[in-house]
């Protein structure tokens, strides 16, 4: 009886000691589980940003850079429209004089409005590469810092994972119910039946039939 009893304390602290490594494992899986989900949405920003700026530079035209550039250098030339034109503000010197006038003032316009097209085509290239480069430029900051974002989230994981432990209560548990199986194991072991030998313990000694010699 004694020994089916430690039998199955043994199996009960066997069963403590599995359930305590399981749930363990599973808590660490878990950990690292949370991490690589946070590493996937990182990755995931990286892509999504990758892509558009991929997808801007194969649409990416001088048009805008152009457009600003001429709206620029015709804010600064039409500024300057009056001065280069104050010597043809008079009227009434001469008919011939006021309409050469009006033609020089046309002229002076259209000249100015063509050349800051002409000035606004030969810079948009030059532009549109430079914001482009801006683009890039940011991209790669944000893809390193999203790197070192994900680093420190490996690094994290890791030193979670590394600090789970299994539960004490339940292996001091198992440990306790493993040291009783093993002194009913124990006792089984002793003469078959579990009673004392009559021969044991005498005068701090253990004795054996034979030390008495034949009676």
Do not use: C
Request: aromatic share 6%.
């Amino acid at each position: 009886m004694a020994a089916v009893i430690g039998m199955v304390l043994a199996g009960i602290a066997a069963a403590a000691s599995a359930y305590n490594t399981d749930q363990t494992a599973k808590h660490a899986d878990h950990v690292a589980a949370d991490g690589i989900r946070r590493n996937s949405a990182l990755q995931e920003d990286t892509n999504k940003r990758l892509n558009k700026t991929i997808s801007d530079a194969r649409k990416s035209t001088p048009d805008d850079e152009r457009k600003t550039a001429q709206a620029q250098y015709l804010q600064t030339v039409r500024s300057q429209l009056g001065q280069a034109n104050s010597g043809l503000a008079a009227k009434g010197l001469s008919s011939q004089f006021d309409q050469l006038a009006g033609q020089e003032a046309g002229q002076t316009k259209d000249f100015g409005d063509t050349l800051s097209g002409l000035m606004a085509r030969m810079d948009a290239p030059v532009l549109q590469r430079q914001r482009e480069g801006n683009t890039y430029g940011n991209l790669g900051m944000d893809m390193t810092r999203i790197g070192s974002d994900m680093s420190g989230n490996d690094f994290l994981t890791r030193l979670r994972a590394s600090n789970v432990r299994r539960n004490p209560w339940i292996d001091l548990a198992a440990s306790s119910i493993n040291g009783a199986a093993s002194n009913y194991g124990g006792g089984s072991s002793g003469g078959g039946s579990g009673a004392a030998s009559p021969y044991s313990n005498y005068g701090g000694a253990t004795y054996s039939a034979n030390n008495y010699g034949p009676g």
